[in-house]
């Protein structure tokens, strides 16, 4: 079950720069492993912004919100959430 | 080149059901065949409402406006206009 | 899986009065019919509007659309949609 | 009388996380003595944000305001109410 | 219990003038008399608009949602309510 | 002369509590006089909300002003001003 | 006393130019009359649109509404009120 | 050339009160000046609120950027600027 | 002295196409004439919309008026007008 | 390929004014460069804010993306991207 989510990132201008390196490197990883899996379809970066969008495949809506609020960004985002479905003039049975 | 739309169709309420019928057939038919070549990447129903989510896939703005002012539901459409990246956490490459 | 959403009703001010309170008589009947099967878990009226929160309960985002499209005063209504989780401090289970 | 309340939670991201942990044990307990007593008819959370819809079963609008006020987290709320009505087509007495 | 309710009236353009003025009328007429029964507490003209500002002492949602739908110019308003509290620094103990 | 005022009060969350309660209490007495003058004809509180709704009855647009900028607690209010007139529905002569 | 009105006009398409211009003419005799009697202090033309600011000196919110509410082009309009007073660094004080 | 200024200050609550008594005199005495050259033709405070509409006459875009830019409370204001033109109703020749 | 302005066009759906192929003709011709005079500066569409930036170079806010009022679309046109100047960056003297 | 981009710089007020001139001088540097290499083809100042108006002729929306996120004051700046094509109504083929 497919959704589009966008993320809007917001670092503290203050935040140490080591402590934002580490955290962001996490993301990074986070958000890798949600891709291999599957969960993580699609991450696109929004040209000029700190900001993505993304679609995610997951089973419940319970599921997509465990995975969003684990994200080590998380705390420092504004999110936004809409189910998709499949669209009658798809030619992909997969993009559900 | 990606950009992500979303298209908003208001069709009036007062259009007779045969001219409408005709105009979806011909919208389904034209997107199916940019999809088929590969321009239209993505297209996902928003859950409840007459909109879409889609990816395309472009040489250049111009080649973009091209295709959707050419829409056949194109007079009946809210279109914005996002351009993208590829995300530096992407696990594919050709999701540029 | 829960779902929020919220519908506006805007029946033009020229409909003819039978045909509207056929559709409402069809979107009622509707409406009771999902209820009794449990998809269609709560309808409250806003007060001093005409307009709806409601709270389905179905299996996939698929099923979400499939129900309100179906409406027959879809096409009068504005509606957004907010997919739910069981609320940690939740005491009851089955408000999933 | 039933209301429909949301509420998005914004604690400081540099609040002690003992106390934030101290504060969101008190809300727990707070909320679940009110779903206890049937005041808090519904509570739900909104996938990927920290915020829920809620539904009050309260006898007068100064009951709600005291009931929410007294919330742990309300001096880190924003909080929207819209009272609400059984609607006709509810096939259920008392979603009042 | 004090309710909070603002009224914009958006009558057409092109609604015959005789029509126009019995709904007035009826309007006024209906008006007065909640006013006379305590109803419908105060009502302000918001200067320069057609629009009100009014107060209204009721039982319930229920009841006020009544008294709001049954305005002839209802169908002709946009209408947003907020529920009323007496404020503790109030010196009268009836704008409860 | 009637206006009616929303005030949203956003008080610092690292206020010093018995300094938050000393201007409260001058924001108490300052609106009781006003009452007791006529000057400040209603006060409500917006259920849920740290806002009130009021209508000052005062002589001209620059009395106004004075009155709120010499609120106690003007220094964390949002405010918005609506000038008002007699209703041609009212009954009443003093809600002028 | 000065208030501050933005007026937007908004003339259907479809009106007849001789009615249209028939209301224009009266509406601008009406309003060179108020400008002659000093009631209407100030009339600009927004650049680019069919808009203006104006400045009332009106000795009452009664009197600024009936004089707006007879403007020939009224029906057309969407209009906000903006009470003044005179700014503690003019130099003049009749700006008051 | 006329231009129609919103000006809104939002001087932070934790400045010091001799520093920020000092930039309003600076302010006063600048604004003052520009008044008696006739460049800063109108400056009204909003009822209620920090704000003022102006009115700037001034030769060019560039000489309004440069007497915005250097006012005092400048760093602490948000500002909005409109382009006006002489009203085709005006009766005076000077409000061009 | 330079500005930019947003034109947004929105043609009525049941506009006759000779009609509306007419107006856009002189649209253009009226378009072309003040670009070759050097008035219009530049002109963009955006990309998927009916819509455009310009950038005009005029004298007087009054004659940026009187070129966009006489547009042979401007009666079908939702416009936005910003005053710009040089910025200090430019390294371009007549981007003033 | 072209795109409209809008700029607006928030600096901290508290930042150090030596640090806040030399980011500022590290910008003015780098936009220079990129005018001079045709990258950034217009950039405008908005009469009386702290903004600009762009338009960047880049190769792709990741040429865009990573001269926008190498701006020095990048981290103090809110930006809205517009892909733009050339206009039907242009005589100059290179505003392509």
Redesign the interface.
């Given at each position: 079950?497919?959704?589009?989510?966008r993320m809007d990132v917001n670092i503290?201008?203050d935040m140490d720069a080591a402590v934002a390196a580490e955290i962001k490197a996490r993301?990074?990883a986070y958000?890798?492993g949600l891709?291999?899996s599957g969960k993580w379809r699609?991450?696109?970066?929004?040209?000029?912004?700190?900001a993505?969008?993304s679609?995610f495949d997951v089973d419940?809506?319970?599921e997509?919100?465990d995975i969003?609020?684990e994200l080590p960004l998380y705390?420092?985002m504004r999110?936004?959430?809409?189910?998709?479905?499949?669209?009658?003039?798809?030619?992909?049975e997969d993009?559900?």
């Open positions: 079950m497919l959704f589009h989510v503290p201008l993301e990074k958000s890798q891709q291999r699609h991450i696109w970066r929004l040209a000029g912004e700190y993505n969008y679609v419940s809506n319970q997509l919100h969003l609020t705390p420092y999110i936004s959430v809409q189910p998709l479905c499949r669209h009658p003039s798809s030619i992909r993009d559900r």
